[in-house]
């Protein structure tokens, strides 16, 4: 897990999307999806953070069409647990449909996990 951590610190590190990052980034998924295949409860939320932080690089790129599966994905395995994993994947999945323009998806998915967040 901490090879994992470690791939995706490395891609977010690359000043430019370079073959390295993106490398590094398709390796720290695809180690989580194996991990995932093993013992999904235990490492759902760890392919969870690595699609996020892949959709995050892919709009911070200017690419969100590519990021909008991550983020979708992220949402997907995060919302059966619910709570501040849920709340981040929808936020991120928000930024990547605003980026695309589809601004009340991005509006209903930020009202959404804006429910799920504790009263002050």
Known sequence: MDAIEGLLAYAQTRPRW?????????????????????????????????LTTGARL?????RPMEALPLAQE???LTRPAGG?????SLHR???VLEALHRYSEAAALVAEADRLLPPD
């Open 93 to 95: 999945l928000a930024a």
């Open 58 to 62: 892919m709009l911070r790129r200017g």
């Open 84 to 88: 501040a994993p849920l709340v981040a």
């Open 18 to 50: 370079g073959g390295a990052a993106f490398k590094s980034l398709s390796e720290a998924i695809a180690r989580s999806r194996v991990l995932v295949g093993e013992s999904p409860e235990e490492y759902s939320g760890l392919l969870a953070r690595c």
């Open 74 to 76: 992220a949402v997907a």
